[in-house]
């Protein structure tokens, strides 16, 4: 099975409010998670990565939290935009910085203008 | 005008048939990679290559090939060993020692 999971698979929200997308994962030894976003009919992108010896990361409108003890990964967007609807998709590296990210299922963002 | 272009964005192919999709970028990048996406999953990892004429077996290599014979070209066939062929196929690159991949449009295989 995965290692990598997510709590939900759509998230709706209204167009100014704050989005909170939450991961699941399950290998202690994971030493990086990376954060993608996939628009309809695109390839990802990538968003933001955070390192296993920190505990939150902030980009432009964007906020990754990583808690170890409870394996839990959440991804905080500010001030969302209808831009912002889309597939979003946590991954880890637990080969030990191979480099080589394992992806979850993802979670549809819908941004209700 | 950089970045990375798959070719085509659709393509059809009967059973049995190989078929192979085009990935190339001009972004001096040294990692490659091709991954799998199906309906409501995430992306599962093919082959990846982190030199030119070297390349390794990701998650779901088989039925797969793939070849690296320039740093630019990283092409994906599809053999009629790969018994669920239908798919969403993305190419990716990438700097050596990164997480940050980028990625193609997309090729959507439908095989019937």
């Known amino acids: 099975g995965e290692s990598v999971g997510l709590h939900l698979p759509t998230l709706s929200v209204q167009e100014g409010d704050n989005s909170i997308i939450n991961c699941a994962y399950s290998n202690s030894a994971s030493d990086y998670f990376i954060w993608y976003k996939q628009e309809s009919g695109k390839g990802p992108q990538f968003i933001i990565d955070?390192?296993?010896?920190?505990d939150k990361r902030q980009g432009q409108r964007v906020t990754v939290l990583l808690n170890k003890t409870v394996k839990h990964l959440s991804l905080q967007i500010a001030a969302t935009q209808p831009g912002d609807s889309a597939v979003y998709f946590c991954?880890?590296?637990?080969?030990?910085?191979?480099?080589?990210?394992?992806f979850g299922r993802g979670t549809s963002l819908i941004v209700h203008p | 005008d950089g970045g990375i272009t798959q070719s085509p964005k659709y393509l059809f192919r009967k059973e049995g048939q190989n078929v192979t999709l085009s990935c190339e970028q001009n972004?001096?990048?040294?990692?490659m990679y091709w991954y799998r996406q199906d309906p409501g999953q995430g992306l599962r990892l093919i082959y990846y290559?982190?030199?030119?004429?070297?390349?390794q077996k990701g998650d779901i290599a088989e039925g797969y090939s793939v070849s690296r014979e320039k740093k630019e070209s990283f092409p994906l066939t599809v053999t009629s060993a790969q018994k669920n062929p239908t798919a969403f196929y993305l190419c990716?690159?990438?700097?050596?020692?990164?997480?940050?991949?980028?990625f193609g449009p997309g090729t959507r295989l439908t095989v019937t």
């Open positions: 991954a880890e590296d637990y080969k030990g910085g191979s480099y080589i990210p394992t």
């Open positions: 290559s982190q030199i030119v004429n070297d390349f």
């Open positions: 972004l001096n990048h040294d990692a």
């Open positions: 990716a690159s990438g700097r050596d020692r990164t997480y940050e991949q980028y």
């Open positions: 955070i390192r296993s010896n920190m």
